[in-house]
């Protein structure tokens, strides 16, 4: 059935390509040429003297070209007067020899660092070692290698000082990527950018209904193909200056792939992969008691010790309330409708009657005689949770055309992915279509186009956060252990006897899980084109003008809907229309010219920007509902219905320049400027930067030895801006959006709780950077170490008032905050052996520390977030993201104190962790011996709270396995003895804790002491891992039409291999609530990371 | 150059780019859908589960909750205390604005002027020596509101009250539809800033005797110039309708089980046989199924065991009509007008009527309003209502007709120490004291954005709740 859905599709595509791909065909044919004589040779590595397979060797000037075979030896027809031929292979420098027969070619080694070119701002391609800043890059293989859906998961781990988050498991959900750690308050979001043209990578989110769950619809650049991307750059620092006030958090510059022949021909490269999703890693949860209230033994001799039940009650008659005695005592459970009205049965908790034990209670499942729900075993159900996810199935499949000659080149692909959840009835489809194009029209003009064309479609998204909208608030964090998810899912569509409403384990608070997975449901369908189109003038050498236009349009449609909730019994849906439109363009001159010794590479450009936006939602209010249930219309809608509608327009110019001098190859200085102005915020500004790049080993060529083989020095001094967005610099009566705008049909307005300022600046980053870049022991192993302070002032805050001033906010530039970080690659050849066993080894390793120098004036704490009574802080003196929150109190030596209660004594406003990571490593290694070759790599955090929702709930609730070890529930603990054992625990007169209490009230404590749910982040993941065939040459030639062939098997998130030991409840660290700023340190009811084993398959033809 | 003449052309349009398309600027918005939106979103809030049932109703020792009662035994959420100081103050900045836009003296002016000191009472009440003649002052650089004392605020109140039903002119400016609250009715706003006046008056009369008194004779010894709520139809009640549903029954719609009369609200009604008991509260479910013969038993409010909920009542249809988005949100009362007038004359002021006459007519007023007839009025009066001239009898039937305003009924418990039955939560979460809370702590935000101010305040908090009685509260022994 999987298959012929996407045959169908892809059909479906074919058919609307068909034009376009006959057009570009026939462009194709017009590139190969005709032939006459041959000659033959033989390749060799100059290193090792050893016979080069698959080397290329082309005619120059034409497309006709042949690999090299087993022994190295190749065979060429020499077209008309032909003379010279091109020899390259991966890792060596490319040759020009003449042709002759029996020739031997011999070729050098590539000197990686000198010679490798890089993409910079604008899409520039420059040369590495020219550059003054550190700069990254990915390539495609690099990317792809693990068959990752999406193209941040695909970064994660392999560039420095680059932290990947995603938000959780689910079917398309965010990531956030931070460059450099935080330092905004605003947005720490790099800018996106695809062959020279910004497109916005920003997460759609909304909010579910009742304003705490979260509906996330994805990052922008989830729409991307990870399959047509040739290279990744990542601009960290002041590289970025020439982007001005959109790149203060770095860039992540995309290359797509461009046209490439295989031997003059055209190649057609197919992709395919499949793979299957599984849940990997949950908590551990207790199977000895169910739900209830004071259902163990411990309270049922407590009250029979105090008289409140008769002492002759038997466990059972105590679990169920069958005894007469105090009506206060209310322990127990017994099933009667799920609101409360039996015993406890509206307590979504698992501290009731102990399981397993030969118990007989009515629960919400058990017969109901004559009116009455009969009593049935009371066990336990030890894979309720797991079973509720089931495996999820990717597959994707993109097949890509190209060519190339001298007058141009095309590639054409199609791209389709589907991705069916871990979690049930969630899903998503992707869809790409990429053209790309180059043609050079005379000497003097040439063109470049792209188009890409990408379809996102999910039939259903879950809602996350903590929201009755999201399953898991329900099976994570408030359940009852005794349930039996497969009865469940079983009966999801039935109706529950007593109340009317649908069948589920409790009728208050929640609903059936699949119920609300298969009815209450959130389809979210996006297209969006991202097109780019240049052309160039070059009337000379060393001049040439572009004219660049890029366009990034998108539509999305979001379908929420709610047949029954116990929130919102009546139902209620929302349509929501998003759409936003970029244009940019460009006005550029290159001037690239020698002056003897000296090279002078300038560039002069203007941009103009403008973007619209614009949002609109309509459906029913939650508390109305709607008349027929199910029917989502708007004529169904009781009373007043719901709508907003919300628009955006920013527009901004700018000029910029930069010129590099260079001498002799040795030593490059390079200045940036640019000037913005922006609609946005009333001044312009300008920002200027330098840099130096110096190479001792080509200044002192002895310095150059078998050990140091080469030495690059850097430095550089830039400033960058970040604008604001529009509409912040007058003051606007806003309108009631979470319910009716208009109150007895009159309209209602109120002044918005931050007060505008008509006088912001942009903020202004300043980064000093300087580095090394070295290889040794004849360019076995490279090394680049920066280390950068970043100053990041004049931000634009919303600094939190006291409300007493009629306004929660003010809008104002102030604050400052350093980030000082060093960031390291090191990559080794450890076994380089052409012809076998290759070990090639890449560590990146960042850290990076913030420190927030001052706030506004008398201010010294800035709320970046705050959930639950636990604040995420940029307090002055401290990093970037402090979490505070209600702890314990401590004694002089760090004791903690225990109260009265036998519960910690606690302290408000207490610090109580920080976000910010210690460090961040990820190690990747590469194996190859032949035509096997064999990678994985590993991702490293050290540290980094943050406050765990999901812990806090689930200790309560009492569902994980440590509320109910050893004997605790059935005996007590004494803090600090059974329980916090990594604690002293002393009275208030300084001597050990002997107080015993019930496990409950200890664990209940986790809800009010928050210190108790401040997780450290840190882990060790196994990240990918492949396993790539590449067959041999031998075996692909005989089949006429295949170049290449490669089978891998592949696997993302394999492990988690260790997390920190105060991660009780066993969170991934990743989990994060969203991918914006204030998502950072918190996390609730996430999707379990999800490992995902396949196949990958990878063709040229 | 071409560049030069492409900039200066392209950002001369930047100012409209940059105006919001979705959004009204202060000129544009009429004083009148500000009016409604302060007069919906205070009643919305002030009267929802967080700032009413959940804590104010509970200390007042009405309501219990059934479960998840943290409130309810002071295990409060820091958050909410502020979302409730937000609430209070969001709502009086905009009638601020309101105030700034219109004409001083001009109908539209008074009744902002009103309404803001109405919320400003519930302010002090709730938290005491608050920011009032610094606060709301942003736009001119005020960002640390100094605080005032309780004995500047509520004269003050009582002036800014006083000049404001003066200037209601009935033939003045119309105050057009958003008035959602008294239908642009400017002799019920008369009625209702006279009726504040005195709810404001008795609420400072052991401490500030001589405005206390003054107000009283001067509004009850001319009875044309200053109206006063005199009959249920002159009732301040914010009537919902569908388009926001009731904020009691919109909670109980989706939690059915979660809230009851308390053991003292039943007891006291029950005891005194008052016709109001079947109004405030419902027969328990088991007394409905047949189980237990207790038609009527209330929780005692403030345990944080779970309650056995078949075996309590719940809170009467006309106060939460589950189901229904209709009903009201009580901002003051014509009989709690004359409970005041009850208690001014118990003083011994000239309040034009006798200490009993005012009591009796609040109660036929109260018992009234709950549907009660003219023989209950007469049976209660002569029997479990009989005036007996005592402040306890006095309060506690003042503290029985503001049922579903929790505040209010807070508050006359801290000015009286009545009822005396209304205990401290037996599972406080705090030990070591012999009250229900005094007070609010100051939300976290003025602790940490307006330290140098709250802090000499807060000082004299004990664990958020004691330690600091308001200025009006008199009661001794307490801590």
């Known amino acids: ?1101 | 150059m071409a560049i030069v003449l492409m900039i200066s052309s392209c950002t001369s349009s930047f100012d409209q780019v940059n105006t919001d398309p979705d959004n009204p600027s202060a000129k544009l918005v009429p004083t009148t859908n500000i009016l409604a939106y302060c007069l919906r979103y205070s009643a919305d809030n002030m009267f929802d589960s967080w700032f009413d049932l959940n804590e104010s109703d509970g200390f007042s020792g009405q309501i219990a909750k059934w479960m998840y009662n943290d409130e309810g035994y002071y295990s409060f959420r820091p958050t909410v205390n502020t979302q409730s100081w937000n609430v209070c103050y969001y709502t009086v900045s905009n009638l601020q604005s309101i105030i700034n836009k219109s004409t001083e003296g001009s109908n539209m002016w008074a009744v902002a002027t009103i309404y803001q000191c109405q919320i400003f009472q519930v302010i002090s009440d709730r938290w005491g020596n608050v920011p009032y003649s610094d606060a709301l002052k942003l736009g001119s650089g005020v960002t640390k509101p100094a605080y005032d004392k309780q004995s500047f605020i509520y004269p003050d109140l009582l002036k800014r009250l006083k000049a404001a039903v003066k200037a209601l002119d009935v033939s003045g400016d119309k105050l057009g539809n958003g008035d959602v609250l008294l239908n642009g009715d400017i002799t019920a706003w008369k009625k209702y800033g006279n009726s504040l006046r005195l709810r404001i008056a008795a609420r400072i009369a052991n401490v500030d005797p001589s405005d206390a008194k003054s107000t009283f004779e001067e509004i009850l010894g001319d009875a044309t110039t200053y109206p006063i709520l005199a009959s249920n139809d002159d009732n301040v009640f914010f009537q919902w309708n569908k388009e926001y549903p009731e904020p009691y029954a919109d909670y109980f719609l989706t939690r059915p089980n979660e809230y009851g009369v308390s053991k003292l609200m039943i007891e006291t009604l029950a005891g005194a046989n008052d016709p109001r008991l079947s109004v405030y509260a419902k027969p328990t479910v088991n007394y409905t199924n047949g189980v237990s013969t207790t038609e009527y038993a209330g929780y005692q409010n403030g345990l944080e065991a779970a309650a056995n909920v078949a075996a309590y009542s719940g809170i009467g249809t006309r106060f939460m009509a589950v189901g229904s988005l209709t009903g009201f949100s009580p901002w003051l009362r014509s009989s709690e007008t004359y409970f005041a007038i009850s208690y001014a004359a118990s003083k011994g002021w000239s309040v034009g009527t006798t200490q009993q006459a005012a009591y009796e007519k609040a109660v036929t007023l109260s018992i009234g309003e709950n549907g009660g007839s003219a023989s209950d009025v007469s049976t209660f009066l002569a029997s479990g209502g009989k005036y007996d001239g005592t402040q306890a009898q006095l309060f506690t039937q003042w503290w029985i007709s503001v049922f579903k305003n929790g505040m209010e009924a807070w508050s006359l418990f801290r000015m009286s120490g009545y009822p005396s039955g209304n205990i401290i939560a037996p599972d406080s979460y705090y030990p070591n004291h012999n009250t229900p809370p005094m007070c609010y702590g100051y939300p976290d935000t003025e602790r940490n954005l307006n330290t140098a101010n709250c802090s000499v305040e807060a000082a004299a908090e004990v664990d958020y709740f004691w330690g600091k009685q308001m200025w009006w509260d008199k009661r001794t022994g307490l801590k």
């Open chain 1, 1 to 1101: 059935m999987q298959i012929k859905k996407i045959n169908k599709q892809n059909v479906k595509f074919m058919r609307k390509l068909t034009f376009l791909l006959t057009c570009l065909f026939l462009v194709g044919v017009g590139l190969v040429n005709a032939q006459s004589k041959s000659v033959s040779g033989k390749v060799f590595s100059a290193d090792d003297g050893q016979p080069i397979i698959g080397a290329t060797v082309l005619v120059k000037g034409t497309t006709v070209g042949t690999i090299t075979d087993a022994d190295g030896s190749f065979r060429i027809s020499l077209p008309g007067n032909a003379k010279n031929l091109i020899v390259s292979y991966i890792g060596q420098k490319t040759a020009e020899v003449e042709a002759q027969n029996n020739m031997v070619v011999k070729l050098l080694s590539e000197d990686k660092l000198i010679d490798e070119v890089i993409v910079t701002a604008l899409g520039i391609s420059r040369e590495k070692k020219s550059l003054g800043y550190a700069v990254q890059d990915v390539k495609s293989d690099a990317l792809n290698q693990a068959s990752q859906l999406n193209v941040a998961n695909a970064l994660q781990g392999k560039v420095s000082g680059v932290q990947i988050t995603q938000a959780g498991g689910a079917v398309g959900a965010s990531q956030r990527i931070l460059i450099r750690g935080n330092s905004s308050f605003n947005s720490n979001d790099p800018l996106i950018v695809i062959d020279g043209v910004p497109m916005d990578g920003s997460a759609g989110s909304q909010y579910g209904s009742d304003g705490k769950g979260i509906l996330d619809t994805g990052s922008g650049l989830n729409d991307i193909n990870p399959n047509d991307i040739e290279n990744i750059s990542v601009l960290k620092g002041g590289s970025a200056a020439l982007y001005g006030m959109r790149a203060g958090n770095g860039v992540i510059l995309i290359t797509t792939k461009k046209g490439k022949t295989s031997n003059g021909k055209m190649r057609i490269n197919y992709d395919g992969s499949y793979t299957v999703d599984n849940v990997y890693h949950l908590p551990n949860y207790q199977n000895k008691y169910g739900q209830g209230y004071q259902g163990s033994e411990y309270y049922y001799n407590a009250y029979k010790n105090s008289g409140a039940v008769p002492t002759g009650t038997s466990y059972q008659d105590y679990a169920t309330g069958n005894y007469t005695g105090s009506s206060d005592v209310g322990a127990g459970y017994k099933y009667v409708d799920g609101t409360g009205s039996g015993f406890n049965d509206g307590d979504d908790e698992s501290w009731g009657p102990r399981l397993n034990i030969g118990l007989k209670i009515p629960q919400y499942n058990s017969p109901i005689v004559n009116g009455v729900r009969q009593a049935t075993d009371w066990v336990s159900h030890p894979n309720n949770i797991k079973d509720f996810f089931q495996t999820g199935l990717s597959q994707s499949h993109d097949i890509a055309f190209s060519n190339s000659s001298d007058n141009g080149s095309y590639r054409a692909s199609i791209g389709y992915r589907d991705q069916k959840g871990t979690v049930p009835n969630t899903d998503q489809e992707r869809y790409n279509i990429a053209l790309t194009g180059m043609y050079n029209f005379n000497k003097y003009i040439s063109s470049d186009f792209s188009l890409n064309y990408n379809k996102v479609k999910s039939d259903n998204l879950m809602s996350t956060g903590y929201s009755s909208s999201n399953p898991l608030q329900s099976i994570f964090q408030w359940f009852g252990r005794q349930v039996d998810m497969k009865d469940l899912k079983a009966n999801y569509t039935a109706t529950d006897p007593v109340t009317g409403n649908p069948y589920n384990w409790i009728q208050s608070f929640h609903v059936n899980p699949y119920y609300n997975l298969y009815n209450n449901t959130n389809s979210y369908d996006r297209d969006r084109v991202i097109s780019k189109g240049s052309i160039f003038f070059k009337p000379t050498d060393w001049l040439k003008f572009e004219a660049r236009a890029g366009y990034d349009f998108y539509v999305d449609k979001t379908f929420q809907k709610t047949l029954y909730s116990t929130d919102d019994p009546k139902g209620w849906f929302r349509q929501t229309l998003e759409d936003r439109h970029e244009l940019n363009t460009d006005f550029i001159a290159y001037f690239d010219k020698k002056f003897g010794d000296f090279s002078v590479n300038a560039l002069a450009g203007a941009n103009y920007r403008d973007m619209t936006w614009s949002n609109s939602a309509e459906g029913a209010t939650e508390s109305n509902g709607l008349t027929i249930a199910g029917l989502y219309t708007m004529a169904n809608v009781v009373g007043s219905p719901y709508t907003n509608m919300s628009h955006s327009h920013i527009r901004s110019n700018s000029v910029y320049g930069n010129a590099t001098v260079g001498y002799a190859g040795q030593v490059y200085l390079e200045a940036s400027a640019r000037n913005d102005w922006s609609s946005t915020i009333n001044n312009s500004f300008f920002y200027p930067s330098a840099s130096l790049s110096w190479i001792p080993t080509e200044t002192f060529k002895t310095l150059k030895s078998d050990v140091l083989s080469y030495l690059k020095i850097r430095g550089n001094i830039a400033q960058v801006g970040n604008a604001t967005t529009a509409y912040r610099t007058g003051i606007y009566y806003v309108s009631p959006t979470t319910t009716s705008a208009s109150i007895n049909g009159v309209s209602q307005f109120e002044l918005p709780t931050t007060l505008a300022n008509a006088n912001l600046r942009p903020e202004s980053i300043n980064t000093k950077e300087i580095g090394i870049e070295a290889a040794f022991l004849k360019n076995r192993i490279h090394l680049d170490l920066a280390y950068y302070n970043k100053t990041t002032s004049d931000q634009i805050m919303t600094v939190e008032v006291p409300t007493s001033t009629g306004y929660r906010y003010s809008l104002i530039n102030a604050g400052k905050v350093t980030n000082k970080g060093l960031e390291l690659t090191l990559s080794a050849d450890i076994v380089k052996n052409t012809n076998g066993f290759n070990w090639t080894s890449t560590l990146n390793w960042s850290k990076d520390k913030s420190k927030v120098v001052s706030l506004a004036d008398g201010l010294d704490t800035y709320t970046i977030n705050s959930d639950w009574s636990v604040y995420n802080y940029a307090k002055v003196g401290e990093s970037w993201g402090t979490l505070y929150g209600t702890g314990f109190k401590t004694d002089a030596q760090g004791r903690v104190i225990i109260g009265s209660n036998g519960l910690p004594v606690t302290v408000a406003n207490k610090k109580i962790g920080n976000v910010t990571p210690d460090w961040l490593a990820g190690w990747s290694n590469e194996f190859s011996y032949k035509n096997l070759s064999f990678g994985f790599l590993l991702d490293f955090r050290k540290g980094g709270d943050f406050f765990s929702e999901t812990q806090m709930f689930t200790t309560y609730t009492g569902l994980l396995d440590y509320t109910a070890a050893g004997t605790i529930r059935e005996t007590g603990v004494v803090v600090g003895k059974d329980v916090l054992t990594n604690k002293v625990a002393v009275l208030a007169d300084g001597t050990a804790n002997t107080k015993t209490i019930s496990a409950d009230k200890w664990f209940y404590s986790y809800y009010s002491n928050k210190e108790l749910d401040i997780v450290d982040g840190s882990y060790l993941k196994l990240r990918e891992i492949h396993l790539t065939y590449t067959f041999p040459k031998s075996i692909i030639s005989r089949t006429k039409f295949i170049e290449d062939a490669k089978i891998s098997l592949v696997s993302s998130n394999v492990a988690i291999l260790w997390l920190s030991g105060n991660n009780q409840a066993k969170i991934d660290p990743e989990s994060s609530m969203g991918s914006g700023n204030t998502s950072v340190g918190f996390e609730s009811n996430s999707v379990p990371p999800t490992r995902s084993v396949g196949v990958k398959i990878n063709l040229t033809f």
